[in-house]
C-alpha cells in the first residue's frame, strides 16, 4: 500500500514538472511575441489587418484619344459579356431561381439581342445542362454587349442570366488613321495582373502619358467579410490616365479614308499612303494608307505592320525635284527661259548618260521652265551639276533634313538615305532616283516651299491635358526647324510648280482643281527588284505632292499609288488623281478657304416667313428664286433656316418648321450643307458619312423625326459624274500612251509608252527614262 501511495506521488511530481514547463514555455513564448510582435518572422498586427480588413481596387482609366476638335478617337469603355449560370446549387430557394430554368423561354428571349439564332442558344444551354457546366458564355455574339443592350437584357428578369464588366479600348471610327492611332491590348504584368498597354502608334509612343495607376478601397471588416460598423476605412482613389489631343482632323480624315477606299475598290494597287498637313504649321491633319487595319477587331493587321509614311523609305521619283529647283532658285542660277538640249546628258566622260523619261529622245532645244513642266531628267541633272554645283547641292539636301529623322512624334520613324558618293549617283539624287526618303520627310521639306521659307516640325500631338483638372499638361507649338530658302525663293517655286498643273507642257494638269490654284509635282519612282528595276506598264510608284492656294497655301497634300491592278500605265495618275482631287478640294471647302477665282452671282435676301401659311410662305420664297422645305404638319410656319435677311444664292432651300409633328423631307441628292439646315431647325443631332450627295437617310421621307434624336446621312458621288470622270479618263490614257514621236512635241501628262520596257540596270541609265 506504501509502495502503490509512492508510485503515485512520483507521477503527480512528473506531471507537475511537466506541465510546469509547457507553462514556462508558453509563458517565454508568449512574453517574447508580446515584445517582438511577430512570429515565425511575420508581423501579427499586420496580419491581424489582413485577415479583418478587405481591398478592392479601384481601376484606373486609361487616357482619351481626341482628335484636333474633340472627337473622340479612342476611348475606355465598360464592355460586358453575357453568362448563363446552370448550376442547381446557386439557387438554395426554388421559389426565387438564380440558374436557368426555362432553356427554351431564355433562348427565345435573348436570340432578340445577340446575333445568335434561337436554335444555337438553346443548343448551347442545352449542351450545358448535360454536360453539368457551372455557366457557360455565348461566345463573339455574347462579349462587348453595350448597356443599353445589356439593361433590356436585365429587364427582362430572366433568372440564371447575368453580365461580367471589364473595360475595353473603343475605337468608334474603325478603320481611320489606324497606323497613327495604334491601339492597345491587355497583356500580363509583372504582378501577373492584366493590364492595357499600347503596342503601335500614339498608344504605344504615348503609352505611359495615357497609362494611369490604380488606385483602391480598403476597409475593417468581420471575419465574415461583412464591413464592421465603426471600421476605419482607407481610399486611395485612381489617377486616370491623361488625355491627349491630336492634331488630325476627324473630316479631313474621313475625306481621305473614303477617297482610298475607292481607289482600292476599283484598282486595287498594292499599297497606298496619303498625308495631309497645315501648310503652315507642320501639323499633320490626316493620314492614311492601304494595307491598313480595323484597331478594335485587329482585322488586317497581319497585313500592315509598318507606318508607311514614316518607317519604309523608298525612291520618291520626280517629286524630289521640287527641292532641286528651289537650290536653283536660291541660289540664283535658274534662269526660266535659258534653253539647253534635252535626251540626254552625261556627268562626265565615266558615267553612263542619264536620259530624259520618252526613252530618252526628249524634245530638242527647250526652256528650263519647259523642262519643269514635262519633267525633264536633265532639266534637273544640269541644274544640280552645272549650275548648282553637286557639292552645293548636298548642302541643300542636308538643310532639307533628308539626311535625318524628321522627329515626328509616332514610335519607329526610320529616315531615308542620301546615296551620294559617285557622280551618276549625284545626278539620279537630283531627280529622285537612288537615294531613298519617307513621304513625311518630303512633306516635312515641303513646309518650307509654302511657308516663306520656314521649315516647319511635322507633328501629330496638338496638347495633353489633365482630365481632372482640366490644365493642359503639354501643348505643342508650331516649331521652325530651318529656313534652307529665303521667302523670295519659295514663292518663286510655287509659281514655276504651278505651271505643272496650267502650262501647256505640264505633267499634272489632271490635278487642277476648280476654283483653286495649285502648285505641285508629279512622280513616277521605279520600284527596285532583283538584277534591276521592276518591268511593266503599272510596277511603280505613282505620285503627286501638291499645295493650295498656290499664292498662300494652307494645305499640303502628298498621295502616292503603287503597282495598281492594271495593265495601263495611265491608271497610275489616275488613282492618284482619285485621292488627290477630292480630299484636296473638300479640304479647302471644309476649313472655308475661299476659292481663288470666283464667278458672279446673283444674290437674294431672305424674306421673314414665320407666322404666314405653309403656302403663303412658299410663294413669298418662290418669288425670291428660293425653294421652300416645309419640315411639319402643320399649317402656319413656326420657324425658319436660313434666317431672315440672310443673303442667299437663288435656288437655295429655306427649310420651314410648322406646329405639329416634325415630318422627314425626301434627302436624296441633297448636299451636306442643306442637311445641315434640317437638323438646325429640327434641333437634331447631326452624323454624316463619306461626301458628295446624300444617298441615304436614316429617317424615311414623310416619316416623323424627334428632337434631340440622330439624323444620319450617307453621302456619295452621283453616278453620272463617276462615268463622266471615266470617259474622260479614257481620253488621257489614250494620250499618255502614246509614244513620244522625235519629230513633234508631246502633250502628254508623262509621254511614256505602256510597252516601252525598262532596260536593265547593269546596261545603262536608261533605266531611268520612264521615271517622269
Known amino acids: 500500500m506504501i509502495k502503490k501511495q509512492r508510485n503515485i506521488n512520483l507521477g503527480a511530481a512528473i506531471l507537475f514538472v511537466i506541465f510546469s514547463l509547457l507553462f514556462f514555455v508558453l509563458f517565454l513564448r508568449f512574453l517574447i511575441i508580446q515584445t517582438t510582435g511577430e512570429v515565425k518572422g511575420q508581423t501579427l498586427a499586420a496580419k491581424a489587418e489582413q485577415m479583418y480588413s478587405d481591398t478592392t481596387k479601384i481601376d484606373a482609366k486609361r487616357g482619351t484619344i481626341y482628335d484636333r476638335n474633340g472627337e473622340v478617337i479612342a476611348e475606355d469603355r465598360s464592355s460586358y459579356s453575357l453568362i448563363a449560370i446552370l448550376s442547381e446549387k446557386m439557387s438554395p430557394d426554388p421559389e426565387k431561381p438564380n440558374h436557368v430554368v426555362d432553356l427554351e423561354k431564355t433562348a427565345t428571349e435573348l436570340a432578340k439581342y445577340i446575333d445568335l439564332k434561337e436554335s444555337e442558344i438553346y443548343e448551347i444551354l442545352k449542351t450545358g445542362k448535360e454536360n453539368e457546366r457551372f455557366q457557360v458564355e455565348f461566345g463573339a455574339a455574347g462579349r462587348d454587349i453595350s448597356l443599353t443592350t445589356k439593361e433590356k437584357i436585365e429587364d427582362l428578369k430572366l433568372p440564371g442570366i447575368s453580365f461580367t464588366r471589364s473595360m475595353k479600348r473603343f475605337y468608334p471610327n474603325g478603320v481611320f488613321a489606324s497606323h497613327v492611332i495604334g491601339y492597345a491590348e491587355n497583356q500580363l504584368n509583372e504582378k501577373k495582373e492584366n493590364e492595357t498597354v499600347g503596342a503601335m502608334g500614339i498608344e504605344k509612343s504615348l503609352n505611359s502619358v495615357l497609362t494611369g495607376k490604380d488606385g483602391h478601397y480598403q476597409f475593417e471588416s468581420d471575419i465574415w467579410g461583412y464591413l464592421l460598423p465603426n471600421g476605419e476605412e482607407k481610399i486611395k482613389p485612381a489617377q486616370n490616365g491623361k488625355s491627349v489631343y491630336l ?15 475607292k481607289v482600292e475598290e476599283e484598282l486595287n494597287p498594292k499599297k497606298m499612303m496619303a498625308i495631309v498637313a497645315n501648310a503652315k504649321t507642320g501639323e499633320i491633319l490626316a493620314m492614311g494608307q492601304r494595307p491598313t487595319f480595323n484597331p478594335e477587331t485587329k482585322e488586317g493587321l497581319n497585313e500592315s505592320w509598318y507606318n508607311e509614311s514614316i518607317e519604309l523609305p523608298f525612291e520618291q521619283g520626280s517629286t524630289m525635284k521640287i527641292f532641286t529647283l528651289a537650290a536653283a532658285v536660291e541660289e540664283g542660277v ?52 552645272e549650275k548648282i554645283g553637286f557639292d552645293r547641292f548636298e548642302e541643300y539636301l542636308k538643310k532639307f533634313r533628308f539626311d535625318q529623322p524628321t522627329g515626328i512624334d509616332l514610335p519607329n520613324e526610320k529616315p531615308g538615305t542620301l546615296v551620294y558618293k559617285y557622280p551618276l549617283e549625284k545626278a539620279t539624287t537630283a531627280f529622285g532616283q537612288g537615294s531613298t526618303a519617307t513621304p513625311i520627310q518630303l512633306v516635312q521639306a515641303l513646309t518650307a516651299v509654302t511657308n516663306d521659307g520656314n521649315m516647319m516640325q511635322t507633328h501629330v500631338v496638338d496638347k495633353i491635358v489633365d482630365p481632372e483638372t482640366g490644365k493642359t499638361v503639354k501643348d505643342q507649338k508650331p516649331e521652325v526647324i530651318g529656313k534652307p530658302i529665303s521667302a523670295e525663293t519659295a514663292s518663286k517655286v510655287r509659281d514655276y510648280l504651278g505651271t505643272v498643273i496650267t502650262g501647256e507642257h505640264g505633267t499634272g494638269k489632271k490635278y487642277a482643281i476648280e476654283g483653286y490654284e495649285v502648285a505641285g509635282k508629279t512622280g513616277t519612282a521605279q520600284i527596285p527588284g532583283k538584277g534591276g528595276y521592276l518591268k511593266g506598264p503599272t510596277n511603280y510608284v505613282f505620285s503627286f505632292v501638291g499645295m493650295a492656294p498656290k499664292d498662300d497655301p494652307e494645305l499640303i497634300v502628298y498621295v502616292a499609288v503603287q503597282q495598281p491592278d492594271s495593265d495601263n500605265y495611265a491608271d497610275g495618275s489616275r488613282a492618284v ?28 435676301t431672305n424674306p421673314n416667313v414665320e407666322g404666314f401659311s405653309v403656302e403663303e410662305s412658299k410663294q413669298i420664297l418662290s418669288q425670291q428664286g428660293l425653294e421652300a422645305i416645309v419640315i411639319g404638319n402643320g399649317s402656319k410656319v413656326t420657324n425658319q433656316f436660313p434666317l431672315k435677311d440672310e443673303i442667299l444664292i437663288p435656288g437655295e432651300k429655306v427649310i420651314l418648321k410648322t406646329e405639329g409633328e416634325l415630318v422627314a423631307p425626301d434627302m436624296t441628292g441633297w448636299s451636306l450643307r442643306d442637311v445641315m439646315k434640317v437638323a438646325k431647325v429640327a434641333n437634331m443631332k447631326l452624323n454624316s458619312v463619306g461626301n458628295g450627295f446624300v444617298v441615304k437617310q436614316n429617317y424615311q421621307s414623310g416619316s416623323k423625326m424627334k428632337e434631340g434624336e440622330y439624323l444620319i446621312v450617307d453621302l456619295d458621288q452621283p453616278e453620272v459624274n463617276r462615268e463622266e470622270k471615266k470617259e474622260d479618263n479614257g481620253v488621257n490614257q489614250d494620250q499618255e500612251g502614246r509614244d513620244a514621236d522625235p519629230s513633234e512635241e508631246s502633250n502628254n501628262d508623262e509621254g511614256v509608252n505602256e510597252s516601252a520596257d525598262v532596260e536593265d540596270a547593269t546596261e545603262e541609265v536608261s533605266q531611268l527614262e520612264m521615271t517622269d
Open 334 to 385: 535658274f534662269n526660266p527661259n535659258e534653253t539647253f538640249e534635252s535626251g540626254q546628258y552625261r556627268v562626265d566622260s565615266k558615267s553612263k548618260p542619264v536620259s530624259d523619261h520618252n526613252r530618252g529622245v526628249g524634245w530638242g532645244t527647250i526652256t528650263y521652265l519647259e523642262g519643269i513642266q514635262r519633267s525633264s531628267n536633265v532639266a534637273f541633272t544640269k541644274l544640280a551639276n
Open 577 to 604: 488623281s482619285m485621292i488627290f482631287n477630292p480630299v484636296m478640294k473638300n479640304s479647302l471647302q471644309y476649313l472655308h478657304i475661299e476659292p481663288t477665282h470666283k464667278a458672279e452671282i446673283t444674290k437674294v
Open 247 to 261: 492634331t488630325i482632323d476627324r473630316k479631313i480624315q474621313i475625306i481621305l479614308e473614303d477617297a482610298l477606299n
